[in-house]
């Protein structure tokens, strides 16, 4: 079991293995379809997310007084399409979904990403996890804007380490 | 003649997508405690972290899954019973109103193809009529999140094909569907009908209780059989291996033509939160 605290450098995570369970804490940017379709078609990057982690999700409405709604991982297949170009363009350190990646996106990954598993179906659970959310951009997609949270010690499971040996 | 005002069939339908999008029905609850017994390890962790989240999800009111969604009803309408009010209306107003008030993901949008734009409101809900006789009005409603729709499957067989065949199919379906359908599954499968009854039918399939097997012995045994060969693949909870890959199949089987054999396997996830009211 490791326990990560963001900010990360590819440094502090190269030996980490592919299977191992991770409690990440710290920012992180959700994004999902919409974001990435804006970002990569529209060569459209005002955030810096260079060695940033982002986190394949669209959560619930918020109720009053609380730090989030529902927020577990989507299907990351989805954004495969996007991916190798958005890793170029952005520098990101770290990407959190859920299920299986192309071998394009896999490549892709190799010795920049680390791709963490989320575990799908455990939104409240997840809820639990977030100190702080906040709508960054894209505040007209909705549950599909980029929201950045504070999390901590979100349990999460290395789907594919630094060298790009994995485990799906 | 009993009267139903379209009204209370508004509250009763907002009432229910709240309470589950919270509360996962009994037996799905029951079932994933049995497969924490009989699992280990990491598989077991996560079938824990299931438990935990339905238990925040209920006591705190957070929504099992963030993606609370495609509404879908079944609606057996009595033919003693006289519904004062468009009851189409009434019910996309409660999907309408318990998703605002619930704070629940608003998942739908107006254009499939080009513009996309979400509607806001979760609605339209899909929604499935049918009669029955008597003076009831029996709602069934699924939240069908979209990672375990988009694995779904239909197939339009020839009459020659084997048992083996269908089980072969459903598999596929099932070892496709992965991690990012969000095992252990519920299963749904119909069998027979036609193109769009046979996707009715194994839709209609998730609604039914766990350990409910099918009446005929015939398609109680194939349940039986698939479930077992699906726990086989080792899939395991978050598809991350282990013992317990689904936790009920579930066939729905109706007369078709001669010369067809239609199967839908419609896949289901862990939160599979489906509720059922009568007025």
Redesign the interface.
Known sequence: MTYLKMPLTLEKIKNIKAGS?IFLSGTIFSMRDKAHKKMVEENFYPLNLKNQIIFY???????PGRKS????P????RMDKWTPTFIKKTGIIGIIG???RCQEVKAAMKGKVIYL?A???????Y??CVKKSEIVLFKEL??EAVYKLEVENM?L?VAQDIKGES?? | MKIIEAKNITSLVKKMCIKAAHELPSDVLLAIKKSQTKQKGLAKYLTALMLENAKIAKKELYPLCQDTGTSVLFVEIGTELFIKGNITKAIQEGVKQGYKEGYLRKSIVQDPLFKRKNTNDNTPAIIHYSFKEGDKLKLSLLLKGAGSENKSVLKMFAPSATIKDIKDFVLSAVKTAGASACPPFIIGIGIGGNFEHAALLSKKALLRKINNFNKNKLYAALEKDLLKEINKTKIGPQGLGGNISALGVFIEEEPCHTASLPVAVNIGCHVSRHITEVL
Do not use: D, H, V, W
Not at chain 1, 74 to 77: C, G, V
């Open positions: 369970q999700m669209g959560p619930s409405p918020t109720r709604g529902s927020c577990g989507t299907t990351s297949a859920k299920g299986e598993l575990f799908g179906g455990l939104g409240a659970f809820a639990k909705g549950c349990p499971i485990i799906l």
